[in-house]
């Protein structure tokens, strides 16, 4: 084939790699930016994970034992912001990055100069976020919503934080842009659109969904901005304006924002099913409209995330059926997972135990959040412990368990080497069992009435908190196994195939493990046949 | 790879991001239109006294509209005369409230104004109205303002009685007055 033609013209520059520091603080290479950004957000999964251990630790008792209730709810609150800006969204993004060129057979982004930049602003948007606990007022404690007029009690941080959010939505719309804008006009010849694996697919729709909510959320944060600082009176209702009209234009972004974490998740689990289940992924086409009708309706449904804030009741009526019907293409993704696993010739190895995870674990995240679409219920869920279930499950066994399995799943195409298969394992069921010990008893605590954000309880939710907590403290550990795992792979191990996987399909496995450092310079030729 | 097309796009992809920016903007007039027109959050109508006076009137019911008075983070009283009145719809009605100064100094205030039920509030329309000006009060200054109003006749028959509601705020960045009453506030929190 052409691959092997391609390898030999571009042989000598496999080694022009630049030297020193300079090679990352001035990369355009994808893989160095992607790897930049798996390892950043790697950081930033510790730090988070830090501050939920303070969190877990705070509730392992009720009353008040180590932490005060300010610096709890910064905990809660930073945390938040950290885990989806720092952790799962640049996660994906730095996936984007390695990946989709090698998967569309592409030299390189589109515009990699562009890409440095989005990389390089992440660091200094987080010195900004996470300078503010060093500072009078501490660090943002309102919730990551930040819901005024709350927000405006924030002290010198404020700035800080509205900055800091600013950066990051710059960030992720200058990547976004990238990504389209390679996947648009970089595809290898023959490479037609509804040939593009699945991952890919999911990624240009998350782009898109990227650059319309967003600039939103910009927009919104910039008013708290000038309503603090320069006399505007959007959500202050002394100058006639509105404090809930925050919350209608935050979660115009916030629920695009949801699937901007998910759906490259979606795309991960679609190339490692099939390729563990020695079997094409059932229904593609009905995959590529699912993704791309999820995204169309999370702009209308924003209202589900506050019901309870007064509205009309065909309001509650449109919003309880838009939020539902986001069901029927999600039901659709599940069954073509579930379908592709049926009657495969399946093996378990460690990114496909991550994938099978995440299809239980997110469904049950998905059922919950049906739950919470009945309007007349989540008066009664809203803002308990319920919700925090919800969302940790379908961002932590959903988003995240995606995320470890894409590691697994490419780890040996990135380094040239295998990981260590028996850790992988540890990893994955000491994190499967703990992060359900973790999280279900929370249903519990909230379907009883525990309050989310408040670092003290009532006695009668102890048991279940000191259970939750139990969890959190082994999920945490575990997770110290992903990173020697990664350290041992790098360093060295049993050497990879260019496939790899036995029953992976697609460009990337057609390139050495590790890829040269400028891959298809000359564009691989499709043929009609072959699969995505 | 086509160089021009990969800049055409982003050039493209850009002015997306800048139009969704402005989006967010519009967001707040539209939001503002749309709960006019749904009379959403207790936003109240405006009509002129010549039109509201030739309005039929609906002989055969009462609506009583209650009057509510609250004060934040100003010095001052705020009272209505009456509680309540009953009115027909179609029919003038009037209220009288009185703010007096208690403090020793100058204090600007607004009201903001606030119709209950919410579903009820787009049939409420006043034709005079002190909500919404910046009142100068001077130290010790006592003022009835009043609020002509009228119901609509098609004020939907299970309401039978609303509510008016008014807020006094103080006028953010006012100088000295701000600066003390955030101090104020912030010795409460």
């Known amino acids: 084939m052409s691959e092997a033609v391609s390898h030999e013209e571009h042989h000598d520059d496999h080694d022009h790699k630049p030297s020193g520091i300079g090679r990352w603080l001035f ?36 009353g008040l034992q180590y932490v005060d209730p300010q610096f709890f709810n910064s905990m809660t609150t930073v945390h938040a912001l950290v885990m989806i800006f720092g952790a799962v969204m640049p996660a994906g993004v730095g996936l984007a990055n390695w990946m989709i060129p090698i998967m569309i057979g592409a030299p390189d982004m589109a515009l990699p100069r562009m890409n440095n930049m989005s990389f390089w602003i992440l660091p200094f948007a987080f010195t900004l976020l996470l300078s503010t606990f ?108 509105d404090p809930v009209m925050f919350q209608h234009i935050f979660w115009f972004f916030g629920h695009p924002e949801v699937y901007i974490l998910i759906l490259p998740a979606f795309g991960i689990v679609s190339q490692i099913l099939p390729t563990f289940a020695r079997k094409p992924l059932f229904g593609y086409e009905s995959m590529v409209y699912a993704t791309a009708s999820i995204a169309f309706l999370s702009f209308f449904v924003w209202a589900h995330h506050m019901f309870t804030v007064g509205m009309p009741l065909t309001g509650e009526l449109f919003f309880m059926y838009a939020t539902m019907s986001i069901a029927v293409p999600t039901g659709v993704k599940i069954f073509n997972w579930v379908a592709t696993m049926w009657r495969g010739s399946m093996t378990f190895e460690t990114p496909m135990l991550f994938s099978i995870a995440f299809v239980v674990l997110f469904s049950i995240g998905g059922f919950t959040g049906l739950m919470m679409a009945i309007t007349p219920v989540d008066f009664q869920y809203h803002d308990t412990y319920f919700i925090v279930a919800h969302f940790h ?70 048991e279940w908190n000191q259970i939750s907590s139990i969890g959190g403290f082994v999920f945490g550990v575990s997770q110290l196994i992903l990173v020697w795992v990664v350290i041992k792979c790098v360093r060295g191990g049993e050497k990879a195939t260019d496939q790899v996987w036995e029953g992976a399909e697609g460009l990337e496995w057609t390139l050495p493990s590790p890829p040269p450092f400028h891959s298809f310079t000359v564009p691989p030729q499709i043929s009609d046949a072959s699969a995505h | 790879m086509d160089k021009s097309g990969v800049n055409n796009l982003a050039g493209k992809l850009v002015m997306l991001s800048l139009t969704m920016f402005g989006f967010g903007y519009a967001l707040v007039p539209l939001y503002n239109v749309f709960c006019d027109l749904t009379g959403l959050n207790g936003k109240t109508g405006v009509v002129s006294s010549e039109v509201a006076e030739k309005m039929e009137v609906d002989m055969t019911r009462v609506v009583t509209v209650a009057f509510d008075t609250n004060i934040r983070e100003i010095p001052w009283e705020f009272e209505a005369l009456e509680k309540k009145v009953s009115v027909r719809p179609g029919e003038m009605g009037e209220a009288t409230f009185v703010v007096t100064n208690k403090s020793d100094r100058k204090v600007i205030g607004r009201a903001i104004p606030s119709v209950a039920p919410t579903q009820a509030s787009v ?67």
């Not at chain 1, 830090?50 to 877990?56: D, L």
């Not at chain 1, 999280?439 to 939710?461: K, T, V």
């Open chain 1, 27 to 62: 990369s355009t290479n994808h893989k160095d930016i992607g790897t930049m950004y798996l390892i950043f957000s790697l950081i930033m999964f510790f730090i988070g994970g830090a501050m939920a251990m303070v969190i877990r630790l705070e509730l392992f008792q009720p």
């Open chain 2, 123 to 189: 049939f409420f329309s006043k034709t005079e109205c002190f909500c919404f000006d910046e009142q100068l009060m001077e130290p010790g200054e006592r003022r009835e303002m009043k609020v002509r109003f009228v119901v609509d006749v098609d004020l939907p028959q299970r309401y039978s009685a609303l509510t008016l509601s008014y807020t006094f705020f103080a006028i953010p960045n006012q100088g000295k007055v701000a600066v003390e009453d955030k101090e104020l506030f912030r010795s409460r929190i």
């Open chain 1, 393 to 462: 499950y379908v961002l932590v066994t959903g988003a995240v368990f995606a995320l470890f399995a894409a590691v697994y799943f490419w780890i040996p195409k990135w380094t040239g080497n295998m990981y260590d298969e028996s850790l992988g394992k540890l990893h994955f069921w000491l994190s499967t069992i703990s992060v359900n010990v973790l999280f279900f008893p929370q249903h519990f605590l909230g379907l009883a009435g525990m309050p989310r954000r408040i670092p003290d309880y009532s006695i009668q939710f102890a």
């Open chain 1, 134 to 241: 060093f500072m009078e007022g501490g660090a943002p404690a309102g919730g990551w919503t930040m819901y005024p007029p709350l927000v405006g009690q924030l002290g010198d941080g404020f700035p800080f934080l509205i900055f800091a959010v600013h950066f990051l939505g710059i960030s992720s719309i200058m990547g976004a842009i990238n990504i389209i804008a390679t996947v648009f006009n970089m595809r290898a010849p023959g490479m037609t659109f509804m040939k593009l694996p699945l991952f890919v697919w999911t990624w240009i729709i998350t782009a898109f969904l990227l650059i319309a909510s967003l600039p939103v959320l910009a927009g919104a944060v910039t008013m708290l901005l000038t309503d603090k600082f320069f006399g505007t009176s959007f959500f202050i209702a002394a100058g006639g304006g």
